[in-house]
T-cell receptor, first 118, second 111 residues
Framework: GAVVSQHPSRVICKSGTSVKIECRSL??????MFWYRQFPKQSLMLMAT?????????EQGVEKDKFLINHASLTLSTLTVTSAHPEDSSFYIC??????????????FGPGTRLTVT | GEDVEQSLFLSVREGDSSVINCTYT??????LYWYKQEPGAGLQLLTY?????DMKQDQRLTVLLNKKDKHLSLRIADTQTGDSAIYFC???????????FGKGTTLSVSS
C-alpha cells in the first residue's frame, strides 16, 4: 500500500526555537496533504490543508504565521512550528491524498511526529 | 455542523466480541472509516465503508452502517489482547477533503 513518512519521529526543542517537520509520500504523488494535531487522549484536529504550489488553507484558530506550511513538490509538505512554546508540545500527524485517485479517495497517514518543547 | 461522537472506553475479555459505536451528524458523508492507534504510534486504517453500503466484513472485522440513524459500528470478533488500542471513527464529507475524527474509543482487552 501507499506509504507516507514523517521526519523526525520525535523532537525535543527549547522554547523560542523553530522546528521543521517533513511529510513525504513515498510511492505516489499528493497534490493535497493535511496536517493534524493530536493532544494526549484527544482526537485528531485538522490544522491546515496543504496544496502543492499554492498557499495552505488553515482551520479557524490556527495561526498561519506560527505554523508555516510549504508544499513545494508533489511528494513533500513541511510544517514549521516557529517560536515554539511548551503549549505547542503535541503529536503532529500528516496525511496525503493520492492524486492518482482511488475509488475511496483514500488518505494515507504518516506515523506522526512527537514534539516536546521545553 | 460536522460532529462525530464515540463512547470513550470499552473493556472486554479475550475471545469475546467487541462492538465500538459511532454517530455522525453530516448526512452527506461519502466514506466512513475506522482507524486503530496503538500507544505512541500513528494511525492504521482498519477498514472503510462507502455511504451506500450497509455492511462490510473483513476477516474479524464487521462494519455496520445505518445511514438513516447516522450510526456506524465496528465489531471485532474473537478479540485478542493485541487489539487493545484506541479506535477512531472518521467521516469524509466531500471528495478530497480532510477527515473528521471522533475522540476515539479506548479498547481494553483482558486475558
Amino acid at each position: 500500500g501507499a506509504v507516507v513518512s514523517q521526519h523526525p519521529s520525535r523532537v525535543i526543542c527549547k522554547s523560542g526555537t523553530s522546528v521543521k517537520i517533513e511529510c513525504r509520500s513515498l510511492d505516489f504523488q499528493a497534490t493535497t496533504m493535511f496536517w493534524y494535531r493530536q493532544f494526549p487522549k484527544q482526537s485528531l484536529m485538522l490544522m491546515a490543508t496543504s496544496n502543492e504550489g499554492s498557499k495552505a488553507t488553515y482551520e479557524q484558530g490556527v495561526e498561519k504565521d506560527k505554523f508555516l506550511i510549504n508544499h513545494a513538490s508533489l511528494t513533500l509538505s513541511t510544517l514549521t512550528v516557529t517560536s515554539a512554546h511548551p503549549e505547542d508540545s503535541s503529536f503532529y500527524i500528516c496525511s496525503a491524498r493520492d492524486s492518482g485517485g482511488t475509488v475511496q479517495d483514500e488518505q494515507y497517514f504518516g506515523p506522526g511526529t512527537r514534539l516536546t518543547v521545553t | 455542523g460536522e460532529d462525530v461522537e464515540q463512547s470513550l472506553f470499552l473493556s472486554v475479555r479475550e475471545g469475546d466480541s467487541s462492538v465500538i459505536n459511532c454517530t455522525y451528524t453530516d448526512s452527506s458523508s461519502t466514506y466512513l472509516y475506522w482507524y486503530k492507534q496503538e500507544p505512541g504510534a500513528g494511525l492504521q486504517l482498519l477498514t472503510y465503508i462507502f455511504s451506500n453500503m450497509d455492511m462490510k466484513q473483513d476477516q474479524r472485522l464487521t462494519v455496520l452502517l445505518n445511514k438513516k440513524d447516522k450510526h456506524l459500528s465496528l465489531r471485532i470478533a474473537d478479540t485478542q489482547t493485541g487489539d487493545s488500542a484506541i479506535y477512531f471513527c472518521a467521516e469524509k464529507v466531500g471528495a478530497g477533503t480532510a477527515l473528521i475524527f471522533g475522540k476515539g474509543t479506548t479498547l481494553s482487552v483482558s486475558s
